[in-house]
């Protein structure tokens, strides 16, 4: 009896500790948007992004136009979509200190944004 209990247990501890890991690791998720319109934007949590500290993060990006795409770039960044393609994408990034831009590249004098890291 005590032998299972002690099995029981042990599982239990593994199982804690594996979600414990897998939580820590996962990084943070910044969503990009472009079109249908004219319109670009970045944001976590619903927030337009203006700072983030150093580190790894997700970008998931809706690009929703054939005339658009979302291009990132900064220090040791360069991402884009499509401009021929409506598609969603998911990129893992390392942003570093610095600032970064994304824009639609047919239409960067109107669909731009910026950020810093630090």
């Known amino acids: ?3 299972i209990r002690i099995t029981a247990l042990a599982a239990l501890v593994v199982l804690v ?3 414990a890991a897998q939580a820590k690791t996962a990084a943070p998720v910044l969503n990009g ?13 619903g927030k ?8 790894t ?3 998931k990006v809706a690009d929703k136009s054939p005339i658009h795409n979302f291009h990132l770039t900064g220090p040791g960044v360069n991402k884009l979509t499509s401009v021929s393609a409506v ?6 990034v390392t942003l570093k200190k610095g600032t970064y ?6 239409h960067k004098t109107i669909m731009h944004g910026s950020f810093t890291v630090s």
Not at 38 to 45: G, P, Y
Not at 48 to 55: D, I, Q, R, S
Not at 87 to 92: D, F, H, I, Y
């Open 33 to 45: 948007t472009v079109g249908p319109g004219f319109t670009i934007t970045l944001t976590q949590n």
């Open 1 to 3: 009896m005590n032998r």
């Open 17 to 19: 500790v594996a979600a």
């Open 48 to 55: 337009p992004v203006k700072t983030l500290k150093a580190g």
């Open 101 to 106: 831009k994304y824009v639609c590249d047919p």
């Open 57 to 59: 993060y997700t970008i």
């Open 87 to 92: 598609s969603n994408v998911s990129w893992t």
